[in-house]
């Protein structure tokens, strides 16, 4: 009995053995990389270069917005809402920090409204993801 018990603890141990050299351990760990980032929170706008700006007519003006939670790539997944016109999607910078958009000199209404020339005053700006939409900001417009 003694020698079957010693014959079983010897199969066991060149099992482990055996299964060991077989697996061997990953002790360094591989790095991993995303290439879409996911935002649970709807995006922050801190701040909207310049915030007062003279639109020339027959121009546009780029107004920057930085931030946080903006969709970074292109095509743009980012609705900028213009005193309540949406705008045409734009990207955000790779980090999800920063959106330029243009302000247009003409304004649809839509349903069927002519488009009319954007007045000197201050209007609202906001964005919109897929997680919601952010805080508004002021920006006056000169003409």
């Known amino acids: 009995m003694r020698f079957l018990r010693a014959a079983v603890s010897v199969l066991a141990i060149a099992t482990m053995l055996a299964a060991a050299k077989c697996a061997p351990v990953q002790s360094q760990p591989k790095e991993i990389r995303a290439e879409k980032v996911i935002t649970t929170s709807p995006p922050v706008i801190e701040s909207a270069r310049p915030d007062s700006v003279v639109l020339p007519y027959g121009g546009v003006v780029e107004v920057t917005l930085s931030g946080s939670g903006f969709i970074p790539g292109k095509p743009g997944q980012n609705t900028v809402h213009f005193n309540g016109m949406a705008m045409p999607p734009v990207p955000a910078t790779s980090d999800g920090r920063q959106i330029v958009f243009a302000i247009p000199e003409m304004l649809s209404r839509g349903g ?30 000169y003409r």
């Open 112 to 141: 069927g409204a002519p488009p009319s020339t954007l007045a000197p005053g201050s209007y609202t700006v906001s964005v919109e993801t897929t997680s919601g939409r952010s805080n508004a900001v002021k920006i006056r417009v």
